[in-house]
């Protein structure tokens, strides 16, 4: 699904609205992605739950946040904030050509153990990490600007229809190529 950041730095996820600040627990994190893009990536129990490097880059921060382990199921939403309440890690990293990308894993029901692996410089394509055993999340931050994303994945996420993706496809793409 893709959301673009409101001027309150909100996004609504099924039906539960959400603040930046909430999700990344980090005031001044959350203000360098005003007016950005987020893109919520949820694996169901058949998917691999292997997740890779958008871009080549490389790492300049890393955080744990600490939380329980909802199930991450639609129903879940109903009663509990998954995205805040929820055990999660993230990576804020500077790549090629989409600029500073946070890159966040949500802890679930049966898959409490996010495996980050201890990279400092990466590939796109390259391993970030993996689950244990269940559903899951990965959300994406792009700070405005950064991103375009296909008409075809807007108007199903306009329509709250999750699009299924697979590894390697592609869903958008850069709007123009950081240097830093």
Do not use: W
């Amino acid at each position: 699904m893709t959301y673009i950041l409101h001027d309150n730095n909100t996004i609504r996820v099924k039906h539960r609205d959400y603040t930046l600040v909430e999700i990344l627990c980090d005031s001044a994190l959350a203000q360098q992605y005003h007016g950005g893009t987020c893109l919520v990536f949820r694996l169901a129990m058949g998917d691999c739950h292997r997740y890779c490097f958008i871009d080549d880059g490389h790492i300049i921060s890393h955080r744990t946040i600490n939380g329980r382990l909802h199930t991450v199921q639609p129903i879940s939403a109903k009663h509990h904030k998954v995205f805040t309440e929820n055990y999660r890690e993230y990576t804020l990293t500077r790549t090629d050509h989409f600029g500073d990308v946070v890159a966040m894993e949500v802890g679930a029901l049966l898959v409490g153990k996010i495996n980050n692996h201890a990279l400092n410089v990466f590939q796109k394509g390259e391993e970030k990490g993996y689950f244990g055993l269940g559903g899951s999340t990965i959300i994406l931050f792009f700070q405005k600007g950064a991103i375009y994303i296909d008409e075809d994945i807007l108007v199903q996420s306009r329509k709250g229809v999750e699009t299924k993706v697979h590894m390697g496809e592609t869903i958008g793409g850069a709007v123009h190529v950081q240097t830093t």
